[in-house]
């Protein structure tokens, strides 16, 4: 029917409500009945939750076995205590499960700075965690208890064929668009059955994360919570991958950052306040960071981002944007496309502004889904981006949230 | 990825937020690209919603092409505005659209009684029809917007054979377990690119939502504002079913009962009040009728849900609730299973107690899933029914809410 997260081999689920949020689920459990592989990002902002502190301890051999989740309190700037309740978290599960707590993976989403209900929580797991279940509707129950002010749950399944070895690969994640900025954790916690050696697997997390959940624009703010993490238990049998040579890593690989994609741009087109969903692009550039730099310096661009709003093909801001990038750049040699997804339009060839259709330029902008292209002609390194446009909606809600 | 409504031929959504839920889309839009054969049925409550008078009137001749729903009210005992409204909500998506009003399908749930911002949603409607799109995620937004009380999503896709043309079904459900039942309508929007005739379609749809819309429990009660409705517009170019003869009608039915019944049980499976899942079989009955109505009096017996929620083996309120149903029922001749999804216990053989194990059988009844299953020895039709158990938190979410 709908395959998702319960889908992987030897994965249970389950969601539950224990009362941090009102009416909806705010804690999640994700189980692997076989320890797995871990590969994870944290934030890298310097202000870190106490999770996030817990989860680089206890996942620092890169063994986990089970997540736990909760929403509606970020457990962030709460001190000791604070870090205690993580560790809390991990032992209840750990109590429940038999396990070790440091094959636990706890991260939080929600408000800063509130006290951590630790004991609400942590009953809310000792309750729930034999209710884990493989069938769909409990993936769904996890997937959505992640969810702060998301409209909707973010969900991808994959299945494909490695070297002979039919591989499972599931994720959920959570992240709102333009609404509370300051509740803008990004979560995603991504499942599968491969068998990958954890060095290996580390290096592919961190290098396709850069990719995708790093190629997302919501206002430029990294959260104190932010975690990108992915379980390998191995259960497809195939042999452990173990170097970027191996048979298999390739279409592993891709399927990965086809997974992280596929999140990503569902995290990028939530958020009421934003009405369009851009896609950015540089290639032919002398290199992937340099590509990377100035699809992120433009579509950081306020200037940009309300243009697209207004559907106002005014590219001298991109230009101007990507000049401010802070990597080699001249717009001489550069060709810039705008339109939407299916039809774009030439307004720059190699530095020269090309006479275009006005009215049908306006008729493209007017569409949900937006592409910016940048031909550096200078080389065939390229990178993409998503991001969401800068609305009066966005500013009204921010300007009076704290009145 | 994930496969949804928008993976129907011809099928376009969206989800957006207009303003009456704070926070949530509260308006989905479902289009197909050609005219489709409907066949609904809606509730069976005396007092009947604007948008359901409304549909019941332009869909009589069986024709539709777009869907419209709000959620957060009702539109339900509020008069010839509220008429008006529903009426507005169709003309607003058919200027758009550039289809016939008669061609759209309106439907509404949310709080009764409530004035209805006929401007704000028609306002949205003409806003967001431009947005539809046939992406994954403009399904997700769709099927989140008709959501109220309910803590996830319901989705269900199907791809399947018939006859050698391949057909996809999808469907959205929205409908709360037991937080709010003044709240709990049900909604069910199902969409196929199947070609069939709309005499066919009509009594297929009717008689598989009997057997699975009609056969869940949540609380006892028909909402004004229940529809399902599910709409076939033939894209997939099959040879249009006439008959019940007809080849490819059989598996059509069962894929579209399997659909029914997945989203039917999700509907069950939502609502924090609820703790357990509970399956209920009447099998070797006379007749489906019969087994149907003993299925119907013992779930909605409270004291057999309440027992559940208990972990209490009470079958004795089981024989007693199949005593009350209005149909012949001998219980010396009965044999009653009570256990969880994988090991049921034989309780009552031919009317005589069984002895068995009290421990294991409490130990069973700690799932989250538990079956009751009632061999009547009599016959060989069966019937099929799902609910939930009757908690404390169910009597308090609801003793409290009007205060």
Sequence with gaps: MIKNITNVRGIKCWGAHTGIKSMRRDLALIYSEVPANVGMVTTQNQVVAEPIKLARKYMADGKAQAIVVNAGNANACTGPDGYKGAEAMAQAAADELKIEPEMVLVASTGLIGEPFPTEEITKGIRDNIRKLASKSSAGSFAANAILTTDTFAKEGFLEFDLDGFEVNMAGIAKGSGMIHPRLGTMLAF???????????????????AEKTFNMITVDGDT???????????????????????????????????????????LIVSDGEGASKFITYEAFNAPDEETARTLVRAVFDSTLVKAAMFGRDPNWGRIICAAG????????????????????????????????????????????????????????????????????????????????
């Excluded at 991504?190 to 396709?208: N, S």
């Excluded at 493209?364 to 080389?379: K, Y």
């Design 190 to 208: 991504i499942v599968t059955d491969v068998a990958i050696e954890v060095d290996l697997l580390q290096k592919t997390v961190r290098e396709v």
């Design 223 to 265: 959260s104190t919570n932010d975690i990108v993490a992915v379980l390998a238990n191995g259960m497809a049998e195939n042999e452990p991958m173990k170097t970027k040579r191996d048979k298999g890593y390739k279409v592993f690989r891709a399927k990965l950052e086809e997974m992280m994609e596929h999140l990503a741009k």
């Design 324 to 403: 401010n990038a802070g990597v080699p750049f001249d717009y001489r040699s550069v060709d810039l496309y705008l339109g939407d997804d299916n039809s774009q339009v030439l307004v720059l060839e190699k530095g020269i502004p090309q006479k275009y259709d006005r009215k049908y330029m306006k008729k493209l902008l007017r569409a949900a889904d937006i592409t910016i292209r940048l031909d550096l002609n200078n080389g065939d390194a390229k990178a993409k981006g998503w991001g969401a446009d800068l609305t009066t909606d966005y500013v009204l809600f921010n300007s009076v949230y704290t009145t």
